[in-house]
C-alpha cells in the first residue's frame, strides 16, 4: 500500500504566469487548457489520490480553488493565499515559503507549469527530475556524477547532461525550509529566489541529490511550449480558445469557465428557460458551472442536407417558442442595441486593439466602404421589426449534439440584450448561417486566409462541400418558410464583425474583412 507520507506535494499556483502574454490576462496559467483538460489536472492526477497536495494561490487565487474543489471534492487540499504575489518581495522561494508550516514532513516539489506523463517516485531520498533533450538556453540544467547532481546551472549553460522539469523530491525537508527561510530574509536573489538556489546551497554542504530522468515532459509555461504541449496532447475539441472563458471535460463531467461571474449566474438561470433542451446544471460556483456528457454525436461532424431540416423543424416546435418578457416596443430598442451600438462598440474594440484603419478599401475586388458607413446602410427599422421568441443565443453546429432521442444544445448565450427569456428566432438563424459557413474545425485547421497588401483585401475560407450543400439546403428553407433570408445573412455579417475582436490572430483579421465584404454584398444583393 502507498505511503501517503511519501505523496505530499506542493504546487505553487500563485504567480501570473508572465511568459503567457494575454493568455493569462483573465485566468490563472493553471487553468489554460492542454488537451481536454487544464494543465493543472495532469498535476493532480499524476499523484494518488490519497495524497496530500499544499497550493499557493495569488492570481486569480478563486478560480484555481473553485475548479479543484468541483473537480477534486475527495481530494486533500491546503490552500495557502500568498502576499505579495507578484512585484517587489515576490519570488517562486517566497512563495513556497508561506506554505512550509504544511510541509513538515518530505514532499514533492511540483511546478505549476510542469506536466510529466512518467510516474513519479517517492520521496525516499532527495532527487530532482531531469529531462534529457535540447532546451538549456530557456531552462536551468544540470550534470551528474556518479549518480548524483553536481549543481544546477543557470540558463543557457552548452550541451548540460539535463534538463531541469520542476519536479523535485525534498526528503531533507528541514535544511531546505531553514535554508530558504534564511534566504528570503536575506533578501538573497531578491524576485529571482527559487527552489534550485537552496538546493545548491545544500549540494555544497555535501547533501546529495539524485537523478530521476523523465521521458515525457512538457513544459506549458511559455506561448511557444503551451503550443507544443497542445499538439502533442491533443483532442478532439471542436471549440474556438476565448481569453474570458474555457471549457474542460474531466471524467465525464463538462466544466465551464467564465471570468465574469455574471455569464455563469444567468446561464444557470437560463436553464429553467431552456429545460430538456440543454443539459442540466449539476453544480455551480461563481465562475464555473458543471453538467454531465452528452453522449451522442457533435452535429459538426454529422450535418448534411436532410437532417439540417430535421434540426430547424425540432427547433421550431422546441426552443422558438413566442415570449413576452418585455414590451414588443422595448423588444425592439434591446434589438437595436444589440445589432447595432454592441456591433460599433465591438468594431471600435478591435480597430484601437489591432491598429488598424477602418477605410475604403479593396476586398476580394470589391470596393467597399468603411464599417461605420456600411452600419448607416442598413435599415435597422427594419431588421430589429421581429417578434420575442425563446432562444439559444449560440445556435451553431458545434453547439448541437445528435442524441438518439433529438437534439441537446450546448453553451447557450447567458443573455440577449440583458433578457433571458426573449431573444430574436433570426439571431439564432444567423449564427447557424455563420457556422455553416465559418466552423471551428477549418478555423482549428487553419483553413482560411487573410492578405493585407496597402489597400487591397484578399480573404478566403476552405469549406466542407457537405455544409456547403447544407447551407443552400437551408436557405431554400428560410425562404419557402416565409423567412427573410436576406436579414439573415445582413445579422451573420455583423455576427463576423462583433466576433473579430475576441479571437486569435490572424483569424480576427478575417472576421473583420469578411464581415465587410459580406455585408456589402448582400446589402447591394450581389
Known amino acids: 500500500m502507498t505511503d501517503v507520507s511519501q505523496y505530499t506535494v506542493l504546487i505553487t499556483a500563485s504567480g501570473k504566469g508572465s511568459g503567457l502574454g494575454e493568455l493569462t490576462k483573465f485566468t490563472n496559467k493553471t487553468l489554460l487548457r492542454v488537451g481536454h483538460k487544464p494543465a493543472i489536472s495532469y498535476i493532480i492526477e499524476a499523484y494518488p489520490k490519497k495524497t496530500e497536495f499544499v497550493i499557493t494561490l495569488g492570481y486569480y487565487a478563486n478560480y484555481v480553488k473553485e475548479f479543484l474543489q ?139 541529490f539524485k537523478i530521476h530522468e523523465f521521458h515525457q515532459w512538457y513544459d506549458v509555461g511559455n506561448i511557444e511550449s503551451l503550443k507544443i504541449a497542445r499538439e502533442k496532447i491533443n483532442d478532439t475539441f471542436h471549440i474556438l480558445d476565448k481569453p474570458e472563458e474555457a471549457l474542460f471535460i474531466i471524467d465525464n463531467i463538462v466544466y465551464k469557465h467564465f471570468s465574469d461571474p455574471n455569464n455563469i449566474s444567468k446561464r444557470v438561470k437560463r436553464t429553467k428557460f431552456l429545460e430538456g433542451l440543454v443539459p442540466k446544471i449539476r453544480q455551480s460556483t461563481s465562475n464555473f458551472y458543471t453538467y454531465k456528457y452528452v453522449d451522442g454525436d457533435l452535429f459538426a461532424d454529422v450535418a448534411t442536407p436532410s437532417n439540417i431540416i430535421e434540426l430547424i423543424e425540432w427547433g421550431k416546435d422546441k426552443l422558438w417558442r413566442k415570449s413576452n418578457e418585455v414590451s414588443q416596443k422595448e423588444f425592439k430598442k434591446v434589438c437595436y442595441d444589440f445589432y447595432y451600438n454592441k456591433t460599433k462598440d465591438r468594431v471600435q474594440e478591435f480597430i484601437k486593439s489591432r491598429g488598424v484603419e477602418d477605410t475604403e478599401a479593396k476586398i476580394n475586388g470589391d470596393l467597399i466602404p468603411g464599417s461605420n458607413t456600411l452600419l448607416d446602410l442598413i435599415d435597422f427599422d427594419w431588421l430589429t421589426n421581429t417578434y420575442q421568441t425563446n432562444f439559444h443565443g449560440d445556435f451553431i453546429l458545434d453547439n448541437i449534439i445528435k442524441t438518439e432521442k433529438g437534439f441537446c444544445l450546448l453553451d447557450w448565450r447567458q443573455d440577449f440584450g440583458g433578457l433571458l427569456r426573449s431573444g430574436d428566432m433570426y439571431y439564432d438563424f444567423a449564427k447557424l448561417n455563420h457556422n455553416l459557413t465559418i466552423n471551428h474545425g477549418i478555423i482549428n485547421d487553419n483553413q482560411f486566409s487573410i492578405t493585407i497588401r496597402d489597400n487591397q483585401i484578399t480573404c478566403d475560407i476552405h469549406r466542407l462541400e457537405r455544409l456547403v450543400r447544407c447551407q443552400e439546403v437551408y436557405w431554400r428553407y428560410i425562404e419557402k418558410e416565409g423567412y427573410d433570408i436576406k436579414k439573415v445573412k445582413i445579422l451573420t455579417g455583423l455576427i463576423w464583425l462583433n466576433m473579430s475582436p475576441l479571437h486569435h490572430h490572424p483569424f480576427d483579421l478575417f472576421l473583420f474583412y469578411f464581415g465587410k465584404y459580406n455585408l456589402w454584398r448582400t446589402i447591394y444583393d450581389k
Do not use: C
Request: aromatic share 14%.
Open 70 to 208: 468541483l473537480a477534486y471534492p475527495k481530494h486533500s487540499f491546503k490552500f495557502v493565499v500568498v502576499d505579495p504575489y507578484e512585484g517587489e518581495k515576490s519570488s517562486l522561494g517566497y512563495s513556497m515559503l508561506q506554505a512550509s508550516k504544511y510541509l513538515k514532513k518530505p514532499f514533492v516539489y511540483h511546478a505549476s507549469d510542469t506536466i510529466v506523463l512518467d510516474k513519479i517516485p517517492k520521496v525516499t531520498a532527495n532527487w530532482i527530475g531531469g529531462y534529457e533533450g535540447i532546451g538549456s538556453s530557456n531552462y536551468t540544467s544540470f550534470n551528474i556524477l556518479n549518480g548524483k547532481i553536481q549543481k544546477i546551472l543557470e540558463k543557457g549553460i552548452v550541451d548540460p547532461d539535463y534538463l531541469h522539469v520542476g519536479v523535485v523530491g525534498v526528503y531533507d525537508y528541514s535544511k531546505f525550509w531553514r535554508k530558504l527561510k534564511n534566504m528570503v530574509e536575506a533578501n538573497s536573489y531578491e524576485n529571482g529566489l527559487s527552489d534550485y538556489h537552496v538546493i545548491n546551497e545544500m549540494i555544497e554542504e555535501g547533501i546529495d
